[in-house]
């Protein structure tokens, strides 16, 4: 046969976007958050992301060239967008093996391992992330008080995040416009809830991401924020909130793909990350709520699949 019939993953309607029109589009839309980084952490900031950055395209093209013998796929932008969302993940100061060692477990065992963009079950950069609390936990809860302009490994004075300080009942001595405008500790994602909304809106209007998680989140958060006693507004502008509801909830290969479904593993997200904050061990649940649920959302797209075309309904 001179024609050979090709078969790919669904789905098969050709939208308009290219992958790689995606993942730079989050790019993008990270700029400004990026930018606040630099602004308040300084050199520190800017050797974390660079490393971050070049490590997980360098894992990439290693692994996919001499261990999977397949053409390597950095062009596409998805390891400088996984590269990118771990260093907003991390301290300022975490020193750079460290670093190295987060984007080899994020592209080498988090993606690539279960075949590459497109089948990773978990979001690479969390995956990392949380694999780096549990194996260095010193050096990734030590957060640089901003305005330091820190180096990496260097011994910046270091304070408690807003969420710490809530979690141990101490008094805050953060302000709402605090949070929203980044004049607090935290890893790099985490200092300006301002920054992050405005590239929310950008991946808005360019369509590359739709509302259903993040406000079902949002959403979700203020009730049982409500429901535990707890300022929700707070509970809102503080920690990986706004990182994660916007850029990593969000990730089109470990959500679910229907409208019905992204907002109940919203809503689930939402709900879970103030259960742990307020009634777990660790200050921050953001980062394990969403990968229980990225283990659940095969399960939510078995749930809410919508009928065949011409299936006859029971």
Known sequence: MSKKLNVSLSPH???GHTVGGAMYGVIIALIPALLASFFFFGLGAVVVTLASILSCVAFEYLIQKFIMKKEPTICDGSAILTGLLLAFNVPSNLPIWIIVIGAL????????????????????ALAARVFLLLSFPVQMTSWPVPGQLTAIGSD???????????????????STMDLLFGQIGGSLGEVSAIALLIGFAYMLFKKIVTWHIPVSIFGAVVVMSLICGVNPVEQLFAGGMMLGAIYMATDYVSSPMTPRGMIIYGIAIGALTVIIRTLGAYPEGMSFAILIMNAFTPLINAYVKPKRFGEVVK
């Open 156 to 174: 910046a004075v270091t304070g408690a995040t807003p969420l710490q300080l809530m979690k141990a009942g101490m008094p805050q001595d953060f």
């Open 13 to 15: 309607v050709h939208s």
């Open 105 to 124: 477990f994020a592209i080498g065992v988090a993606k690539l391992s279960f075949g590459g963009l497109g089948n990773n079950i978990f979001n690479p």
